[in-house]
């Protein structure tokens, strides 16, 4: 149990909504009672193509464990007598195809020798569990069931071009209807917000990659660690002299891409993630990862529409204080980062109302909630 904050925190979710939504089927959707499981049709398609694979937010290629793993649910499938089902939060499955597969998949875990390929394994089974539940089910742009898609709502922006956001997305949190992550890419496009699935080794590889051609002093984290040495935005940008980043037009390499890592998970996965983006900087650099720290806390949000179930804490809570806050630095004043924070600002606005609807439509409460408020498990 944590207590909320000013500050922000590493947590995807917006709070309130966390753990209260469950799928249900197209049809029943109205009426239908919050644990409804959805089965997958028999006339499926028995791989994910890579085309499937990236309409879910990314360029990557498609993941080769992700693959491997979805290649054996679904032999596995074909030889057992239960049929794949899934259901409830995050795609789990269920039923008795889920304890026959449990069995199975635990004792692959079991077997592996190190941390390293213990959390490929686990990423990647998560993933591989969380594209075959979701398929059909999820409008696959904006991650909410298809009925309650709010694509047509959202409003891009094209985001001041040497920034590019990192979304490095605990995978438990892909695919989560609220997840607000991936309202960056659905406003800035994938390009100026990447995801990066965290233990997903393509995915570390091409963020990793990027990192090493903008150089350390091109990377920022957002994290809100105190222990850990961090600087504000005004600090870490009031000597900021590149001229010919910010006279327009120009095109930039690499080197001028101003990198920022957003932690996209819960509050007790993200201290995972962190150590992780450190232990590599430490490799690549022999150095630590530059931190950077939000100051002005909850009064950026103060255009925010009142909300019982935002706070800052969410993932675009921090993008739009970060823009807010580069915004107020001389240099960057002019670049119209505030109006791209409103920009991100106003997709949130329209993810509320979205999973509010539907709470409505589902004669679900909107404060029940509450009673999860601060729940991170
Ligand atoms: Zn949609």
Not at 2 to 10: I, K, L, P, Y
Request: glycine share 6%.
């Amino acid at each position: 149990m944590f207590t909320t904050s000013s500050s922000f925190r590493a947590l995807t979710m917006l709070k309130n909504t966390h753990h209260t939504f469950s799928r249900t089927t197209m049809a029943a959707a109205a009426a239908a009672p919050p644990s409804t499981t959805v089965s997958i049709y028999s006339s499926r398609p028995t791989t994910i193509s890579l085309k499937e694979w990236q309409a879910w937010g990314t360029d990557s290629s498609m993941p080769t464990q992700v693959a491997q793993i979805v290649d054996e649910m679904m032999a596995f499938e074909q030889e057992s007598d239960a049929q794949m089902k899934f259901g409830g939060l995050g795609g789990k499955l269920k039923g008795d195809f889920r304890t026959q597969e449990e069995k199975k998949h635990r004792a692959k875990y079991r077997s592996l020798d190190d941390s390293e390929q213990k959390l490929h394994f686990f990423s990647a089974r998560q993933i591989a569990c969380r594209l075959l539940g979701s398929r059909g089910y999820l409008c696959q742009k904006c991650w909410l069931p298809l009925e309650d898609c709010m694509c047509s709502s959202v409003v891009p922006s094209s985001l001041w071009h040497p920034i590019r956001f990192w979304l490095y997305m605990h995978p438990k949190d892909f695919l989560r209807q609220n997840n607000t992550g991936k309202l960056l890419w659905q406003v800035f496009g994938i390009d100026a917000a990447t995801l990066c699935l965290f233990g997903i080794a393509e995915h570390e590889e091409i963020m990793w990659e990027a990192f090493m051609q903008s150089g350390r002093n091109n990377v920022w984290c957002l994290y809100p660690n105190k222990n850990a040495p961090t600087k504000s935005v005004a600090d870490s940008f009031a000597g900021y002299t590149s001229n010919n980043l910010l006279s327009e037009p120009h095109t930039i390499d690499r080197g001028e891409t101003l990198n920022f890592i957003l932690i996209d998970g819960t509050w007790s996965n993200s201290a995972a993630m962190f150590r992780r983006l450190k232990e590599r900087a430490d490799l690549v650099w022999g150095d630590d990862l530059p931190c950077i720290s939000l100051t002005t806390g909850a009064s950026a949000m103060h255009k925010l529409r009142p909300q019982p179930s935002w706070d800052r804490t969410c993932t675009a809570g921090a993008a739009i204080g970060l823009l807010d806050e580069l915004h107020l630095v001389p240099q960057f004043n002019s670049l119209g980062l505030d109006k791209q924070a409103e920009a991100v600002e106003n997709s949130v606005d329209v993810l509320l109302a979205s999973l509010t609807a539907r709470r409505v439509r589902m004669g679900r409460s909107i404060t029940r909630a509450q009673k999860h408020y601060n729940d991170f498990s």
